[in-house]
């Protein structure tokens, strides 16, 4: 039988170094109680200034909603960082593990019920070709509340 070549394997994922320049994040939301899914896209440009990575994202929704986020990730020790975002409370938490990132923080969100504020925990991984996969889990009380998938390729100017 002949021999079956092994996937190469993963490489680490070093924010400064995958999240800088532009990107682009296609994906979607899937909301875990209805089912529904809200597609999305967003652009990435992405910034290293001494301990700082800074993330500007605009993000489009599939019913043309359109919104700036901008993500501020101090790094406070090799592979942890304490981030900062406009709807985020208080500080996220973001830190290597093994190959890949986490990030655990609490977003307000805008619902048609009002605001309510959510748990989001993301994993960040690299993959062979360069793009960067992020799968989050988004909770309230402790109950999944749905999930967040998207993959960012690197863009050209």
Known sequence: MPDIPKPPPPKKLVLE?????????EG????????????LN??????????????????TYDGGLTERKTWRLTKTAEGIYSGTR????GAADVRQDGDGVR??????????LGPIAVRFQDL???????????AAV???WG???????????????
């Open 103 to 112: 990030l655990d923080y609490r977003v307000t969100l805008d619902t048609g």
């Open 143 to 157: 109950l999944k509340i749905g999930r967040v998938h998207l993959t960012m390729r690197p863009q050209k100017r």
């Open 124 to 134: 960040l991984t690299l993959n062979a070709d360069g793009s960067v996969e992020n």
């Open 17 to 25: 170094q995958a999240l800088t320049g532009r990107l682009l994040a």
């Open 86 to 89: 406009e709807d985020v409370i």
């Open 28 to 39: 979607a939301f899937v909301n875990s109680l209805t089912g529904g899914e809200t597609r």
């Open 138 to 140: 988004v909770s309230k």
């Open 42 to 59: 967003v652009l990435i440009d992405g910034t290293w200034e001494g301990q700082v990575l800074t993330l500007v994202e605009d993000f």
